[in-house]
């Protein structure tokens, strides 16, 4: 069913496209007008506006033919990291990659190109499917800031599939974590390092001595947390006064989540205060994680489809945020599918030319498993 030759041209049309985050106008420019040639009603929000970016996200309708299938919503983001500018892409093999010297973008514009063409071979061979909704999302790679400006009154798919994540194709990601950022201030005193250090408290050695004690890494099956940034100091003749911190930690336990923020917060506050510094944390929830199992129907319907195409599914725990943090938030029972892309944001990111066709299958069969779909 799935055009081997027109889901390939696709992905080749969409890397060619420059597409860092807050700078998608060019791809959602090409979308729009492919999006309307296949039938669907399209429209661009207000997102632009909000996040401070020259595009919003692209929300488009099809209706179906059967009216009791759920509708379905198919998303994906339409962002890239960087670098991609002046990408020289490679097919060796049955394999796109780029040369090296940029990314090469699969992550997620492979799965637009699937969306797009298991949408379309389902409407060019006739068969019946219900309502579908695509939602292409504004600089997700930064925060989710596109699908956060969502409003959510727009979305009318009784379930989500993200297609964005790596191997394998339709593998089925039935949880992921909440995240929590912090951002710390640590102010000590200034004072020359030459003259009179003793006089100074340096901010500096209270935020080593705070990393140092603190749990970080992989905390448990389920937990992690990270000290990203450190900024801070004047010269290096000058007891440092302030520094900034960011760090974060994640989990798909609640409660482990809440523990690691809380030993995190004392190790800054706690050291800082030991020599004379004062600490003050700032956190923030980006986003709330999900989970589903076997038995909740977002996840039948995606095991139903799998099954139909012959492939083996695979139930996957996240690590990372996607758009189907956000939906799921919004009670859109949503899970993340596998597009099959390897080595995302670097510069060896790949994906095969069968991955890139087994993903627009699924998509396909997603519309085709729900348009008989009964509960």
């Known amino acids: 069913m799935v ?22 106008g060019n791809l959602v420019s090409f979308l729009k ?31 179906g033919s059967v009216s009791s299938a759920p509708a379905l919503m198919l998303s994906c983001h339409l962002d890239t990291v960087e670098p991609t500018d002046g990408l020289k892409l490679e097919t060796i093999d049955g394999i796109f990659r780029s040369d090296g010297t940029t990314i090469l973008g699969a992550d997620d514009k492979a799965g637009i190109a699937a969306v797009i063409e298991g949408v379309q071979s389902v409407i060019e061979s006739g ?14 790679e930064i925060g989710l800031l596109g699908a956060k400006s969502l409003n959510r009154s727009k979305l009318i798919g009784k379930f989500g599939y993200v297609f964005d ?8 990601t039935v949880s992921a974590p909440s995240h929590e950022s912090l ?10 390092a030459g003259m009179a250090p003793e006089k100074g408290v340096s901010a500096i050695v209270a935020a080593s001595r705070a990393i140092s004690k603190m749990r970080l890494g992989r905390i448990d099956e389920e ?46 506050e706690r050291e800082a205060c ?16 999900f989970r589903w199992c076997d038995e909740d129907e977002v996840v039948k319907i995606a095991v139903a489809a799998a099954n139909r195409m012959g492939i083996c599914p695979v139930f996957v725990h996240g690590g990372g945020g996607s758009d189907a943090n956000i939906f799921n938030a919004w009670g859109i029972p949503s899970v993340v599918v596998g597009v099959g892309y390897e080595d995302a944001h670097s510069s060896s990111e790949r994906i095969t030319c069968e991955d890139l066709c087994k993903a627009a299958e699924f998509a396909a069969s997603l519309l085709l498993t729900a348009a008989d779909w009964r509960q």
């Not at 889901?7 to 700078?23: A, G, H, K, Y």
């Not at 492919?34 to 209706?63: Q, T």
């Open 3 to 24: 055009n081997k030759k027109r889901v390939e041209q696709c992905f080749v049309d969409l890397v060619s496209i420059n597409s860092p985050s807050r700078q998608e």
């Open 33 to 63: 007008t492919k999006l309307e040639a296949i039938g669907f009603e399209v429209e661009e929000d207000a997102a632009a506006s909000v996040i401070g970016g020259e595009a919003g996200n692209l929300i488009a309708f099809l209706p």
């Open 127 to 140: 068969a019946a499917h219900g309502d579908v909704q695509v939602v292409f999302s504004v600089a997700e």
């Open 165 to 172: 994540t790596e191997k394998p194709v339709g593998g089925i």
């Open 183 to 192: 951002t710390v201030l640590i102010r000590g005193r200034a004072a020359h």
């Open 223 to 268: 937990t992690t947390a990270n000290v990203g940034v450190i900024e801070g100091g004047k010269a290096r003749n000058i007891v440092p006064d302030l520094v900034t911190v960011r760090a974060e930690a994640r989990s798909r336990n609640e409660s482990s989540l809440l523990a690691q923020v809380r030993h995190m917060t004392e190790m800054f």
């Open 274 to 289: 030991a020599i004379g510094a004062q600490a003050e944390v700032a956190g923030e929830r980006e986003y709330t994680g």
